[in-house]
Antibody, heavy 121, light 108 residues
C-alpha cells in the first residue's frame, strides 16, 4: 500500500527540541521530493520545508529557517524534521507530503495522517 | 512574503455549480494546485497544474487559470463535497511553497 506514516509528535516546552519522522512505503521513495506541511488548530495549511530526492537541496519557510532541519534517509525510506528552539506558534499538526520528481513540481499528491506537536509549558 | 488570496466561504445548493477563486501575483509563472480537506482528515489533491485531475477524482471537479487567478469549479455539487478547499502554488522563483487561506464550501 502506498502510504506515509508520521511519528514523533508530542508535548514539548518552549525552547525545546523534537524530531519528527515519516516512514514511506509502497513507492520508490528515493525518486521523489518530499515536504513538511503544518496546520495549527483550527487554522489553514502552511508549507514548512522541502528536500530534493537525494537530500542535497533543501528549502524552508521564513518562519522556521535556522530552527528546523529537514533530512532524509533513502536507504530507510524515511523523512525527518528536526525542530529546535520551539515556540508556542509552532503548535500544529505536522504532515509529511510527497512532492513530484522535478524541482519545479510544487504539488503534494500523497499525505500522511499527521502528527501533533504541542509547544507549551 | 508571497500570498495567495481565496474567499473565506462559498455556499451553494446541491446540484449547483461552485466556483472558488485564488489570486496571486506569481500564478502566471507557477502552476496552481487545489486540495480538499474534510474535518479530521489529511488534505487530498483534487487539481494539479491548474487544470489536471488526478486519477480517482470525480469529473465534476475542474480547474482553470487566467492571468493572476486560478479557479476551482465543482459542477453538480453533492453533499459530500462540503469541505475546506485550499489553493497552493510557489513563489515566482520556485523557492518556497505557499497556500491560500482556505475556503469553506457549504452545501445548503
Amino acid at each position: 500500500e502506498v502510504q506515509l506514516v508520521e511519528s514523533g509528535g508530542g508535548l514539548v516546552q518552549p525552547g525545546g527540541s523534537l524530531r519528527l519522522s515519516c516512514a514511506a512505503s509502497g513507492f520508490t521513495f528515493s525518486t521523489y521530493l518530499m515536504h513538511w506541511v503544518r496546520q495549527a488548530p483550527g487554522k489553514g495549511l502552511v508549507w514548512v520545508s522541502r528536500i530534493n530526492s537525494d537530500g542535497s537541496s533543501t528549502n524552508y519557510a521564513d518562519s522556521v529557517k535556522g530552527r528546523f532541519t529537514i533530512s532524509r534517509d533513502n536507504a530507510k525510506n524515511t523523512l525527518y524534521l528536526q525542530m529546535n528552539s520551539l515556540r508556542a506558534e509552532d503548535t500544529a499538526v505536522y504532515y509529511c507530503a510527497r512532492g513530484g520528481v522535478a524541482t519545479f513540481h510544487w504539488y503534494f499528491d500523497l499525505w500522511g495522517r499527521g502528527t501533533l506537536v504541542t509547544v507549551s509549558s | 512574503s508571497y500570498e495567495l488570496t481565496q474567499p473565506p466561504s462559498v455556499s451553494v445548493s446541491p446540484g449547483q455549480t461552485a466556483r472558488i477563486t485564488c489570486s496571486g501575483d506569481a500564478l502566471p509563472k507557477q502552476y496552481g494546485y487545489w486540495y480538499q480537506q474534510k474535518p479530521g482528515q489529511a488534505p487530498v489533491l483534487v487539481i494539479y497544474k491548474d487544470s489536471e485531475r488526478p486519477s480517482g477524482i470525480p469529473e465534476r471537479f475542474s480547474g482553470s487559470s487566467s492571468g493572476t487567478t486560478v479557479t476551482l469549479t465543482i459542477s453538480g455539487v453533492q453533499a459530500e463535497d462540503e469541505a475546506d478547499y485550499y489553493c497552493q502554488s510557489a513563489d515566482s522563483s520556485g523557492t518556497y511553497g505557499v497556500f491560500g487561506g482556505g475556503t469553506k464550501l457549504t452545501v445548503l
